[in-house]
């Protein structure tokens, strides 16, 4: 089976392809095929927005297409930034401004529990559907720690890997991630 990936954020796809490598015959991102779209994510939960993705791109194929939407939720920010995670500091939309807000939100804050997750739609081209859901926990550093990773991995201390995703290798990382977890999921249906 062929497999489209719906993102256009090229460390997303990278992580996609190297978790699901031997998984799929061939595996594509949009660019790969040629796809200039980017969906609105106007849903209120990871979920609805993961099928909007799914259902928009599946549009431009007749490949399976796997989306996700994932975000990290802070326990005394009351979930915060969740589904706006990529867009928390707002426009133009910045790795670096998000983990500065994030950072000042969480300046007096003694609570530092969070957790990363990740909700994963699979559309085949019959229009069936399947969902995987994955979470890893943690907490907020007080400052960047490792440069691997993107968007939050620098403060997200994991407690099982006992360390930044911004200090874990590539392999360390899709171990324990939500994103990895999600995939596993929905593998594990398939």
Do not use: W
């Amino acid at each position: 089976m062929k497999l489209l990936i719906a993102s256009n954020n090229k460390h997303k796809v990278a992580e996609i392809k190297k978790i699901l490598s031997g998984k799929f015959d061939e595996i594509y991102s949009l660019a790969e095929c040629g796809i200039d779209a980017d969906p609105k994510e106007s849903a209120s939960d990871f979920l609805g927005n993961a099928r909007i993705k799914a259902r928009e791109i599946a549009r431009h194929t007749d490949l399976a297409v796997v989306a996700d939407d994932s975000g990290l939720e802070v326990e005394a920010l009351d979930g915060a930034p969740g589904v706006y995670s990529a867009r928390y500091a707002g426009e133009p939309c910045s790795d670096e401004r998000n983990n500065d807000k994030l950072l000042r939100e969480m300046a007096t804050i003694t609570d530092r529990r969070a957790r990363f997750v990740t909700c994963m739609v699979l559309r085949f081209p019959s229009g069936r559907e399947m969902v995987g859901v994955g979470e890893v926990k943690g907490e907020i550093l007080t400052e960047r720690k490792g440069r691997n990773g993107f968007g939050y991995d620098p403060l997200f201390y994991s407690y099982e890997l006992g360390k930044s995703f911004g200090e874990a290798t590539d392999d360390e990382k899709n171990a324990v991630s939500h994103r990895a977890r999600a995939l596993s999921d929905l593998m594990r249906q398939l």
